[in-house]
């Protein structure tokens, strides 16, 4: 059986709500295996290098937003994808620098799959009350977001292939911190 490898950082609002162990709890619970942990105060650089504005990047992520907004009939303040991108990146470095975060590289069988599901949707509102973002983070929405300007606040990020993965493991970690056992 082969089994991948990804990243989980428990973000500032998973830390100041003292979900650390309740978060680590359920991925242990579904038999994954934590290689790496440590928490960490990201710096700007660190926060960069995190969510880099990539063009496809802020394509897919202006078009999901877009559609978010269609769906609850709101008005969405861009209509350029670059300028959305450019908008969302300085929210998310903005967040993710305001206080530690708990990095963790996960092992297991489709550990990648497993954890997403595990997590819940990106948007809590919409999660299912059994994952963790629609049990503790349900109250939050883009349309709260966007309201007050600010990037959302669903306690993790996860990543969301093996290829992002890899880069992001090797972002967080060093390869004497990362242990297989």
């Known amino acids: 059986m082969t089994h991948e490898q990804t990243l989980v950082l428990i973000k500032p609002d998973g830390i100041q709500k003292q979900l650390i162990g309740?978060?680590?709890?359920?991925?242990?619970?579904?038999?994954?295996?934590?290689?790496?942990?440590?928490?960490?105060?990201?710096?700007?650089?660190?926060?960069?290098?995190?969510?880099?504005?990539?063009?496809?990047?802020?394509?897919?992520?202006?078009?999901?937003?877009?559609?978010?907004?269609?769906?609850?009939?709101?008005?969405?303040?861009?209509?350029?994808?670059?300028?959305?991108?450019?908008?969302?990146?300085?929210?998310l470095i903005a967040f993710i620098t305001e206080s530690p975060v708990i990095a963790m590289a996960i092992k297991g069988p489709n550990a990648?799959?497993?954890?997403?599901?595990?997590?819940?949707?990106?948007e809590p509102f919409r999660a299912h009350p059994k994952t963790i973002r629609g049990q503790f983070a349900s109250e939050e929405s883009y349309k709260i977001a966007e309201a007050e300007d600010r990037s959302i606040r669903n306690l993790l990020h996860a990543s969301d292939s093996l290829e992002t993965a890899k880069k992001e493991i090797k972002l967080w970690f060093k390869d004497d911190e990362v242990h297989d056992y």
């Not at 992520?61 to 450019?86: P, V």
């Not at 990648?112 to 990106?122: D, E, F, H, P, Y």
């Open 112 to 122: 990648i799959s497993s954890i997403r599901k595990i997590i819940g949707l990106t």
């Open 22 to 91: 309740e978060i680590i709890k359920r991925f242990e619970e579904s038999n994954l295996k934590i290689c790496a942990l440590k928490m960490t105060w990201p710096d700007e650089e660190l926060a960069r290098k995190h969510y880099p504005l990539e063009e496809e990047w802020a394509r897919q992520t202006f078009e999901k937003t877009k559609k978010a907004a269609e769906i609850e009939n709101r008005q969405l303040k861009y209509s350029d994808h670059l300028e959305f991108g450019k908008m969302l990146q300085k929210r």
